[in-house]
């Protein structure tokens, strides 16, 4: 089992930056790459980043290519997504989840665990 708890979303103006972090506990964390999802009201979850277990491989949605940054850190089982420029239309629920066999794509179904999610709001 590993555990997920998402932290840092809120309220930012348009063109602001947050920065998210998930932090595992549980089974070891550098085994598992770790993607970020989203959901807004009325929407299907939505793919935001990836990346593998070591940190060298990231992969994006073109939504956000640019503007959102992913990284890890396994000694201190966290995983963070920098979030820059952001836009009205990046306003959701925000997950990150844990994949056993390191998969770093877009489908949710290849992920393991998922944290509770963080709300992420930006105002225009």
């Known amino acids: 089992q590993v555990q997920l708890v998402e932290s840092g979303g809120g309220l930012v103006q348009a063109g602001g930056s947050l920065r998210l972090s998930c932090a595992a506990s549980?089974?070891?964390?550098?085994?598992?790459?770790v993607g970020w999802f989203r959901q807004a009201p009325g929407k299907e979850r939505e793919f935001v980043a990836a990346?593998?277990?070591?940190?060298?491989?990231?992969y994006y949605a073109d939504s956000v290519k640019g503007r959102f940054t992913i990284s890890r850190d396994n000694a201190k089982n966290t995983v963070h997504l920098q979030m820059n420029s952001l836009k009205p239309e990046d306003t959701a629920v925000y997950y990150c989840?844990?994949?056993?066999?390191?998969?770093?794509?877009?489908?949710?179904?290849?992920?393991?665990?998922w944290g509770q999610g963080t709300q992420v709001t930006v105002s225009s």
């Open positions: 989840a844990a994949s056993g066999i390191g998969y770093i794509g877009s489908a949710y179904t290849a992920y393991d665990y």
């Open positions: 549980g089974r070891t964390f550098s085994n598992y790459a």
């Open positions: 990346i593998s277990t070591s940190g060298g491989s990231t």
